[in-house]
């Protein structure tokens, strides 16, 4: 069973910055797609960015230009870096690594941005 877990979330300033990291129970060079997503309260869960095993990056046009999506196969992490802060990335962040067959979720990390 492939376990991710998050980790890095929690409160800030907005216009602050914040790194979340998931790490993988197993090599995530198996996955095709790994990829962050949140979820705001009353809302459905939405993508944030995701990053190929061959490094093709996508990201949410809300949050194009603030936050970056990274790698470290060696590590089995995936990482993302978020800045310029606004309230309404106020959300639970889930890690996800995607296969032909198989989806898996994290647990989740909340993060907060107010002042």
């Known amino acids: 069973q492939v376990q991710l877990v998050e980790s890095g979330g929690g409160l800030v300033q907005p216009g602050g910055s914040l790194g979340l990291s998931c790490a993988a129970s197993?090599?995530?060079?198996?996955?095709?797609?790994m990829g962050w997503y949140r979820q705001a309260p009353g809302k459905q869960r939405d993508l944030v960015a995701t990053i190929t095993r061959g490094g093709a990056i996508n990201y949410a046009d809300s949050v194009k230009g603030r936050f970056a999506i990274s790698r470290d196969n060696a590590k089995n992490t995936v990482y993302l870096q978020m800045n310029s802060l606004k309230p309404e990335d106020t959300a639970v962040y889930y890690c996800?690594?995607?296969?032909?067959?198989?989806?898996?979720w994290g647990q989740g990390t909340q993060v907060t941005v107010s002042s």
């Open positions: 996800n690594a995607w296969r032909p067959g198989e989806t898996y």
């Open positions: 197993t090599s995530i060079f198996s996955f095709i797609t």
